[in-house]
T-cell receptor, first 113, second 116 residues
Framework: RKEVEQDPGPFNVPEGATVAFNCTYSNSASQSFFWYRQDCRKEPKLLMSVYSSGNEDGRFTAQLNRASQYISLLIRDSKLSDSATYLC??????????????FGTGTLLAVQP | NAGVTQTPKFRVLKTGQSMTLLCAQD?????MYWYRQDPGMGLRLIHYSVGEGTTAKGEVPDGYNVSRLKKQNFLLGLESAAPSQTSVYFC???????????????FGPGTRLTVL
């Protein structure tokens, strides 16, 4: 089983639609969770951290379910500019005391006019 | 602040050639990382550094070496390039590792390397 798994998509949605992505992780001891956004041929950039109580940033809502070990990202009122690959990222203890980030392979979102 | 910068942006090598990728950050971050990104594989950690003068192996270190002589710079070396090292290489940095967790990582723009 991969340490972080995501549906690769693509998710093709019309402008204004609501779309949700899920991600599962294997390490129950993970404590940091993020969603990164990566545009084509660009570097990943932090979209938002994911907190235990869930958090919202404008049109974006992130949820964490520790019991089921999954993270979700909800995008409301999709814009053309939301088209990108969304990376689910989870920390994992690696090589002793050091924590590392494990990246999912990403979910591709294409918002259509 | 320039953030995280990488040089070069593109490079084509022949098998067996060597090269060094340079990463620089001006955010005074302690931690720096080198990743490679391949289609369908996600980002994989090559080497990392938890401070000036320190380096450690990541998930896929073979064929690469690194050095962190100055806090702001992290160099990735390919000793004898192979076609399997064709990839996009990203450098990242972070301020600290939170207790039990991991701080946000900030990425450079990437280096696209092709090995023929």
């Amino acid at each position: 089983r991969k340490e972080v798994e995501q549906d690769p998509g693509p998710f093709n949605v019309p402008e204004g639609a609501t779309v949700a992505f899920n991600c599962t992780y294997s390490n129950s001891a993970s404590q940091s969770f993020f969603w990164y956004r990566q545009d084509c041929r660009k570097e990943p950039k932090l979209l938002m951290s994911v907190y235990s109580s869930g958090n919202e940033d404008g049109r974006f809502t992130a949820q964490l379910n520790r019991a089921s070990q999954y993270i979700s990202l909800l995008i409301r009122d999709s814009k053309l500019s939301d088209s990108a690959t969304y990376l689910c990222v989870v920390n994992m203890r690696y090589g002793g005391a050091t924590n590392k980030l494990i990246f999912g392979t990403g979910t591709l979102l294409a918002v259509q006019p | 602040n320039a953030g995280v910068t990488q040089t070069p942006k593109f490079r084509v090598l022949k098998t067996g050639q060597s090269m060094t990728l340079l990463c620089a950050q001006d955010m005074n971050h302690e931690y720096m990382y080198w990743y490679r990104q391949d289609p369908g594989m996600g980002l994989r950690l090559i080497h990392y550094s938890v401070g000036e003068g320190t380096t450690a192996k990541g998930e896929v270190p073979d064929g690469y070496n690194v050095s962190r002589l100055k806090k702001q710079n992290f160099l990735l070396g390919l000793e004898s390039a192979a076609p399997s090292q064709t990839s996009v290489y990203f450098c990242a940095s972070s301020y600290e590792q939170l207790a039990g967790g991991t701080d946000t990582q900030y990425f450079g723009p990437g280096t696209r390397l092709t090995v023929l």
